[in-house]
């Protein structure tokens, strides 16, 4: 994790503090049920509770100091915690093994994390409606492979990306879900040594789900299903990000990122304003996807256990929780503070002479009865004169007398109406905002 793009409500997910402060309360839920079942007395409970003095942390140099011994990290605050505690820590982690703390809080810090994208995403989802709604009706050019189609409406550009960003949370939602699960069944999943009713009052008391089945751990394609929409995610971002920097384009200039006053562009180019934040989240897009494929390499364990999948959890949960949470709020910012500039919304889409009429000109001409073939012929040719002599599509199509055997003048000129191409927009966000 880099500060620079890191937010402290995140990083604080994977903090030592909270990690223990997490695997101190599956100890503490799992001695309470075993207290239950008679493996102990209700006052060895209250021992662990009061004396570990969870409430104001654990000594995480004197865990590490343990660890550089025992080489085992579970072990050195289980060790750490007895020193505080006394006789009574001697049934904690009773039947239990080190999986059953590290795949459960793990999953818990996930869920944790997940609520924070999801908050995130909230936020992404408000800041593209109100910029859908502000830009409804502001026609514009569209565009197919960066060349110009038909007109569409910025506030349709920012309904798709709502739409999309709707079906992210949703994909999120499910995600937690999936991921939230907690497993207390000892070694190799069989729960030989741990009752299953301590697994499901952890999984209560911790708010989470029992696991299925457990081969000692949780079961990796949980966690692969997490990550991969966090890519997924991660991917809707980028094309938000590329959409505003093609627009940024100086030939283009349709859109820009705000500027602020005392920015610099350049450190050589006095002149210049950059989609520095475009390109920043763009960047980090390419992280989080990245992530994707180890964590699904992670599925195929041998047997009931390794810990190959461990040193990569290890790195990839912190990064791709901080570096998604850092570009979802940075994307807030980008959408908020976004310049429109008008005046090259209109010069962008009267640019080429109208020849973006040529498909309603093509579907008259074959409903008045010239073949598709033939009515296509016509008015491509009649289009490659708009590109190559500058010339005004209707002017071209009104000196064809071919065109003119089919449509008169007035009808060819009432095809040329912009509002035919938005009459629909009132439909379409119907469709997306209810």
Not at 224 to 237: E, M, P
């Amino acid at each position: 994790m880099i500060p620079r793009y890191t937010r402290k409500v995140m990083a604080d997910i994977w903090s030592d503090e909270n990690k223990h402060n997490i695997w101190f309360k599956i100890e503490a839920y799992a001695l309470e049920q075993m207290a239950a079942e008679g493996l102990c007395t209700p006052q060895d409970v209250k021992n662990v509770w009061e004396k570990s003095g969870y409430e104001n942390g654990f000594d995480i140099a004197r865990i590490d100091e343990i660890e550089r011994e025992t080489k085992h990290d579970v072990i050195a605050f289980l060790t750490h915690v007895s020193e505080r505690v006394g006789e009574s820590a001697r049934f904690l982690h009773q039947g239990m093994t080190s999986s059953d703390v590290l795949d459960t809080c793990f999953a818990y810090q996930l869920k944790q994390a997940g609520e924070i994208l999801l908050g995130d995403i909230d936020r992404v989802l408000e800041a593209l409606k109100k910029k859908a709604f502000e830009t409804k009706n502001l026609v514009c050019i569209g565009r197919s492979h960066g060349i110009h189609a038909e007109p569409t409406t910025f506030g349709l550009k920012f309904a798709s990306f709502y739409a999309e960003f709707e079906r992210n949370r949703k994909r999120l939602v499910d995600a937690i879900a999936e991921i939230s699960t907690c497993a207390i069944s000892g070694a190799v999943g069989t729960f030989a040594n741990v009752d299953p009713s301590v697994q499901k009052y952890v999984s209560q008391k911790m708010g989470l789900t029992e696991e299925t089945i457990s081969s000692q751990v949780i079961p990796r394609d949980r966690h692969a299903v997490f990550f991969n929409t966090l890519a997924v995610i991660a991917s809707s971002i980028e094309r938000i990000a590329i959409e505003i920097r093609h627009l940024q384009r100086t030939e283009v200039l349709e859109v820009e990122e705000s500027f602020t006053k005392g920015q610099k562009g350049s450190s050589a180019m006095p002149h210049k304003k950059n989609p520095i934040l475009s390109e920043n989240i763009t960047g980090l897009a390419r992280l989080v996807r990245g992530y994707a494929m180890p964590i699904m390499e992670n599925i195929a364990l041998w047997h009931e256990r390794d810990i190959s999948h461990s040193s990569v959890e290890r790195m990839i949960a912190p990064d791709a929780t901080v570096v998604l949470d850092f570009a979802l709020n940075r994307l807030v910012g980008l959408v908020d503070g976004l310049v429109i500039h008008f005046d090259n919304v209109e010069k962008n889409l009267n640019k080429l002479g109208g020849i973006f009429y040529s498909q309603r000109v093509l579907l008259h001409l074959t409903r008045k009865g010239l073949s598709r073939e033939d009515a296509y012929s016509l008015v491509q040719k009649n289009s490659m004169r708009v590109w190559n002599e500058g010339k005004h599509l209707l002017d071209c199509l009104l000196e064809d007398a071919q065109a003119l055997q089919y449509l008169n003048p007035t009808e060819l000129a009432n095809l040329f109406r912009l509002e035919y191409h938005i009459k629909n927009v009132d439909y379409i966000f119907s469709q997306v905002f209810g």
